[in-house]
């Protein structure tokens, strides 16, 4: 091997964010390391649920769903037909005026 091209090897501890420490090798200079989840508090190897939440995304999302599930939604088949009915219950006149009669009902003095 050649002399002087490898960087040097460390020791550097780990602090978590739950408080647990330990020490692993490393060529960064360097004495801490700081980190939010290590082995004694993921939830993958406790088994329990921790949610790190910074942007209320899942209360966000939570609030979504119950929005939702109180909405009802109809097909769009039931839409068109509730236009449809709504459109046919609008009552024309059943006659048509001409302009002519139009004006003789206004009574507009000359």
Known sequence: ????????????????????????????????ISVELCSKCHPFY?????????????????????????????SKKAKMEARKSKKDNIKQPSSTLTLKDMLANADISK
């Open 46 to 74: 406790t088994g329990e649920q921790k949610i790190v939440d910074a942007d209320n995304l899942v209360k966000k999302y939570e609030d979504k769903m119950k929005k939702a599930k109180t909405m009802s939604f109809r």
């Open 1 to 32: 091997m050649k002399k002087d091209i490898h960087p040097k090897y460390n020791s550097i501890e780990i602090v978590c964010s739950c408080g647990n420490t330990f020490q692993v090798g490393s060529t960064l200079d360097t004495e801490k």
